[in-house]
């Protein structure tokens, strides 16, 4: 795992329709969503994350990688790692991809233990999978002995 200066750290779940965002506290305990973006255009996608970037003071981002089921690079991941190329250069931070197959499942269940259909809330099954792949990480950094 990489060495990183404290900050907060930038989830992503990067979809070809929306952008499913959350952000840590400073002290990297708790992952927290943010509004999900519609991914209308790549370049106006890319401007809200640097937004977002400068606002929270964001050191790091971490995204994740839709692998498949055999633990394959799929296409959809290919189109994740080619954003997270293009985020770094524009925001000449670390990205780090990580694997996120089953997030979107969990995202869903969680949303109908909640009550919630989620196919009527997209956008929250995809903010809800930022969180779950941040915190993950941040799970596993914390774990991490310094």
Known sequence: MVMLREGRILGIDYGEKRIGVAV???MRV???GLPTIENAS???SVRQICAIVNDYEIVAIVMGL???LKGDVSATAKRSQSFGKWLQSETA???THVDERFT???A???LQDLGKSPSRNRAKVDQMSAILIL?????QLNATPS
Do not use: K, W
């Open 104 to 106: 979107s499942v969990v």
């Open 24 to 26: 840590s506290d400073p």
């Open 66 to 68: 839709p692998l498949t």
């Open 93 to 95: 931070l670390p990205v």
């Open 135 to 139: 915190q993950g990480y941040l799970n």
């Open 108 to 110: 869903e269940r969680t």
């Open 42 to 44: 790549a370049r106006a």
């Open 30 to 32: 708790i992952a927290q």
